[in-house]
């Protein structure tokens, strides 16, 4: 009896309904299906045998180069393994090397544009002009000499991509440091006696983290074809493995009999980048109100 009292006056659990949830699938359709379409892909990361449960490096010779089928979605390539398959198991690592380049970038970056926006005098100037002096080489040649430099590897593709967006993180996080610092609550905090370190996690970094965020998710996207066409060129993992640059480099020799081989990975491609871009400009509206 008082089990049943105390549940009748415990507190019912929020619930969404499902019609709000609707309406707002319905005025968000584009972000819905990014969001959709990223949550796929990084349960083929994370789970790929149950997306894909054949083996992807094996083949069966006698059904190679077969076009998209109910057996095989995405068809098969030039050993008769299940390009499907490839793909699924290929998102691992492809996106392994992506989020560490990201996090390197948004990490060293981040550090770099605190310090010169804190710091700010010669020690802010010199830093804003290494940082001018990256932004104005392209990132895929920035990329390409590093891994010229560090040899051939994911691992190594993840790091040169990674080093490549560090100028970018700087730059926006030392922009966003310096709006917040001259805010007048941030300097009634110094004024008052407030210890830095204080102010820099409780009023600076709290402010100054949302287009960082937003920037992150835009990069990602931007790594993914960095990543992406680094392993195409043949600098990131070496055949039979599944990466998805290297999945469209073993294609092109086949693209007037076995279009699927180059179309098909590189349509997943575009749709995890362009599902980012979706996602990093909601991110941006959210963060300009």
């Known amino acids: 009896m008082a089990d049943a009292v105390a549940l009748r006056e415990s507190p019912a659990l929020p619930v969404v309904p499902l019609r709000q949830a609707v309406r707002w699938v319905r005025a968000n359709l584009g972000l819905a299906a990014a969001g959709l379409v990223v949550l796929l892909v990084l349960g083929w990361a994370l789970v790929p045998s149950v997306f ?8 069966v010779p006698a059904q190679k180069l077969r076009g998209p ?6 068809g098969t390539d030039n050993l008769g393994r299940d390009l499907y398959t490839r793909i699924v198991h290929g998102a691992a690592l492809s996106l392994t090397a992506t989020v560490f380049a990201v996090l390197l970038g ?31 080489i392209p990132e895929l040649l920035t990329s390409l ?20 967006l560090i100028a970018r993180f700087a730059r926006v996080m030392r922009s966003e440091v310096l709006r ?3 805010a007048p609550y941030v300097e009634a905090a110094f004024a008052a006696g407030v210890r830095w370190h204080t102010v820099l996690f409780r009023h600076v970094l709290r402010n100054a983290y ?5 920037l992150a998710t835009v990069d990602f996207g931007v790594s993914v074809l960095a990543v992406a066409s680094l392993s195409f060129l043949g600098y990131g993992a070496v055949p039979p493995t599944p990466e998805w640059g290297t ?9 007037a009999t076995a279009w ?14 362009l599902s980012t871009q979706r996602i990093a400009r909601a991110l941006h509206k959210d963060n300009a109100r």
């Open 52 to 59: 894909a449960g054949r083996d992807p490096l094996a083949g």
């Open 69 to 74: 089928s109910g057996e095989h979605w995405f």
């Open 106 to 136: 948004l990490v060293v970056g981040s550090l770099i544009g605190l310090v010169a926006g804190m710091a700010g005098g010669i020690v802010d100037t010199a830093i804003s002009r290494v940082i001018d002096v990256l932004l104005s």
């Open 145 to 164: 000499a590093l891994i010229t430099v560090l040899g051939l590897g994911t691992r190594n593709v993840a790091i040169a991509v990674g080093v490549s």
């Open 180 to 182: 917040v610092r001259s």
């Open 210 to 214: 949302g287009p960082v965020a937003a």
């Open 247 to 255: 999945l469209i480099s073993e294609g092109r020799n086949y693209l």
């Open 260 to 273: 699927w081989l180059t179309t098909l990975p590189g349509l997943v491609i575009v749709a995890l980048v």
